[in-house]
């Protein structure tokens, strides 16, 4: 179990240190294109959650926050016990280091930092801004449901 837990705390430190580095160096809504022009660097402030949503609401979002957070810390130490379900223990981890990291700084700021996106043709695609635990929440969403389903066959 301490090695997924282990994982969750790396993934949550580093995104923060990377967020400490951002607010460090760019300006807010400043621009830097890496990677032949298809990654751009900022520093974007996220009041709400995915895409701004409940921006208005920032009592309610962290109340959310904290269930959310602890749903994922429940669900690992759950799984912890189980033999196998490797995918899912690393998914639940990736989740769960991403969730703290993003809540962190939602329950200290009020909002999180992103700063990466993504130089595509299509302009609302490129207006979405991300952050490191963001991409481990989503990957870890996407092991999680792959062992799942790798598990319904056996």
Not at 14 to 29: H, P, Y
């Amino acid at each position: 179990m301490m090695k997924y837990l282990g994982l969750a705390a790396a993934l949550c430190g580093g995104d923060l240190l990377i967020k400490d580095c951002v607010k460090d160096a760019f300006d807010e809504k400043s621009q830097k294109k890496i990677l032949g022009g298809h990654v751009i660097l900022t520093k974007f402030y996220n009041e709400g959650a995915m895409l701004g949503a409940l921006a208005e609401h920032k009592e309610l979002l962290k109340g959310i926050t904290i269930f959310g957070v602890g749903s994922l810390a429940g669900a690992l130490m759950a799984m912890g016990s189980l033999k196998d379900h490797q995918l899912q223990k690393i998914g639940l981890s990736m989740m769960l280091g991403g969730a703290v990291s993003n809540g962190y700084e939602r329950m200290k700021w009020g909002k999180v930092t992103d700063y990466i996106s993504f130089n595509c043709k299509n302009q609302k695609l490129r207006n979405v801004v991300y952050n490191f635990g963001d991409f481990a929440i989503f990957g870890g969403t996407a092991l999680l449901v792959i062992g799942e389903c790798l598990n319904m066959r056996k």
